[in-house]
């Protein structure tokens, strides 16, 4: 989804590093996630904002940070990076509709190895 | 905790061929999502449902919500080359934050 813009889209980097993934999103919404995917596995929720004052761990927020700037940039920060955090990572942004959570749109990930 | 099964794990087709997929749930859901992720990109929805019963269409694709609330289904009809890919089901119960994504489906089409 061109709305969600993730940077970078591939990094490289050394076990103890901080790295930090940014997103950002011109769909205007209040919520934004942070997941991970990993072969084999769901996308599993790392953090979530439902405005800029509200920042709240997901299921495995261990390891990470995170920042909302803006209602339209959520960044992820890993501050000492460790092989076992070697995945996809996604960021998405909802609305809520009619009453229902709305739908989660993706931006294209990013891929981060470390070594 | 909640768990979302969804199967086929994989599947192979022939062009042309319909395909089915589907999501149950250890527990009841008010909103079911599709999603297709081709390699190297984001998961592009495809189709949402809100209401038991539901029966939604977006081109070739069907998507139901169960009527006991705990699964979905999408049917592919006349596959095509660019339907490869790996299909998710999302769910999201209304009491909690989150959806609860499926491991996905890969789908592989044979020209």
């Known amino acids: 989804d061109a709305d969600v813009t993730q940077t970078p889209r591939n990094r490289i980097t050394k076990t103890g590093k901080r790295i930090m993934l940014e997103c950002s999103q011109t769909k205007g919404h209040d919520r934004m996630y942070w997941y991970r995917q990993d072969p084999g596995l769901g996308l599993r929720l790392i953090y979530y904002?439902?405005?800029?004052?509200?920042?709240n761990k997901g299921e495995i927020s261990d390891g990470y940070s995170v920042s909302r700037q803006a209602q339209a940039k959520f960044s992820l920060s890993l501050e000492s990076a460790i092989p076992n955090q070697t995945a996809l990572y996604f960021c998405?942004?909802?609305?809520?509709?009619?009453?229902?959570?709305?739908?989660?749109?993706f931006g294209d990930g990013t891929r981060l190895s470390i070594l | 905790g909640q768990q979302l099964n969804q199967s086929p794990q994989s599947m192979f087709i022939q062009e042309g061929e319909d395909v089915s997929m589907n999501c149950t749930s250890s527990s009841i859901f008010n909103t079911w999502l599709w999603y297709k992720q081709d390699p190297g990109e984001g998961p592009v929805l495809l189709i949402a449902l809100y209401k038991a019963g539901e029966l939604t269409s977006n081109g070739r694709l069907t998507a139901q919500f169960g009527i006991t609330r705990k699964d979905s289904f999408l049917n592919i009809s006349a596959s095509i080359p660019s339907d490869v890919g790996i299909y998710f089901c999302?769910?999201?119960?209304?009491?909690?934050?989150?959806?609860?994504f499926g491991t996905g489906t890969r789908l592989k089409v044979l020209a």
């Open positions: 904002s439902f405005d800029v004052k509200d920042i």
């Open positions: 999302a769910g999201h119960s209304g009491g909690t934050y989150k959806y609860i």
């Open positions: 998405a942004t909802s609305d809520p509709t009619s009453g229902h959570e709305g739908p989660q749109h």
